[in-house]
């Protein structure tokens, strides 16, 4: 039996690319979440795990990459980012909980989870469990909703709010939907084994009226400026990190001896048994007996 993980905010059918990217009026956050990207990924990686990857709106930006896994947990976003970006040797679809990733230890020298981590009940253990299948040195790019933005502090002070923008534990605003304090997103980091190098604040500009009036390329240029400053101060609903995972935690991979070394890739995320025997049609978990069934190219590890 699969162990017991904190609840999904679940996007199962959800039209999310379309209505809220596509047709939401959104084209200036995704512009700026593209050039912070661009500042923070590596030029080059071998293999990346992008953690809440949804309809694959980032996936074509991570061209350093030689194979991206996108990882979800709806089978129905992943079956819309396949359409978008084929079945080529390049993608590996995983449908999956974050909390329980099916991946041998020490696996992927980059990460990235953006516009995900707001739907964690238990941010910390996810972090946990990506530093997990991480190499040592490998590279975390992190973007999280952060309460302490100038809109939240302005609504505090004029009695519009009744949560605090400025003590450090997470607001749950809407059920599975979270905004974090920025120190406490850092602690969470160093914690799981995570040492951040660089912080930028994106969406300096996230407001109707100043998207309407002023040209994208306008507004773009200059959140991108100001995505500079935030090494220093972090005001903005978003936040993009970049870390490095910590060098011996990881033991096992550390010493070139782990089940990644060996060639492992997935694990049964039910026992955590690394040996699962492929078929046509599904994984089998030769320890546990779980069977984890293939969909028209996309691998299922959820249930058990
Ligand atoms: C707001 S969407 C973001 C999608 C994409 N990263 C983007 O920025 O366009 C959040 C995604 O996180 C996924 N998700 C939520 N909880 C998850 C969990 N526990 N494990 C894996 N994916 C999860 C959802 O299914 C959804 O596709």
């Known amino acids: 039996m699969t162990p017991k993980t904190p609840p999904v905010c679940d996007y199962e059918g959800s039209d999310y690319q379309t209505s809220f990217w596509e047709e939401g009026g959104r084209a200036y956050e995704d512009k700026v979440e593209a050039i912070a990207l661009r500042r923070l990924l590596p030029t080059r ?5 992008e953690v809440g990857a949804g309809a694959g709106r980032n996936t074509p930006r991570y061209k ?13 976003q992943l079956q819309q980012a396949q359409a978008r970006l084929g079945r080529g040797d390049r993608y590996i679809y995983a449908a999956a909980d974050v909390y329980s990733l099916p991946f041998v230890d020490g696996l992927f020298d980059g990460a990235t989870m953006i516009r995900t981590l707001h739907h964690m009940a ?33 609504r505090y002070l ?21 905004d974090f304090h920025p120190q406490t997103i850092r602690a969470w980091l160093r914690e799981a084994g995570f040492q951040t190098e660089r912080q ?16 994208l390329k306008i507004l773009a240029a200059m959140d991108s400026l ?45 026992c955590g048994n690394p040996h699962l025997r492929e078929g ?6 030769e ?18």
């Open 45 to 49: 990686g071998d293999l990346l795990l």
């Open 280 to 285: 046509d049609a599904a994984l089998t978990c």
């Open 158 to 178: 004029l009695g519009r709010q009744d949560w605090s923008p400025f003590t450090p534990e997470p607001v749950e605003f809407v059920e599975l939907n979270f």
């Open 122 to 154: 238990d941010a910390p253990a996810a972090l946990r469990e990506i530093r997990r299948v991480m190499r040592p040195n490998g590279t975390f790019i992190l973007e999280f909703a952060n309460k302490r933005n100038l809109k939240a502090i302005a």
């Open 226 to 270: 100001a995505q500079l400053t935030g090494g220093w101060w972090q005001l903005t609903p978003s936040v993009f990190t970049r870390s490095q995972a910590a060098v011996g935690d990881t033991p096992s991979a550390a010493a070139g001896e782990g089940d990644a070394a060996a060639g492992g890739f997935f694990r049964c995320p039910a």
């Open 64 to 76: 350093g990459y030689q194979r991206i896994v996108l990882l979800d947990y709806s089978l129905t």
């Open 287 to 304: 320890t546990c007996s779980s069977v984890w069934p293939i969909r028209d190219g996309i691998y299922d590890f959820r249930g058990g």
């Open 200 to 215: 930028l604040t994106v969406s300096h500009f996230r407001i109707a009226l100043l998207k309407k009036l002023i040209p």
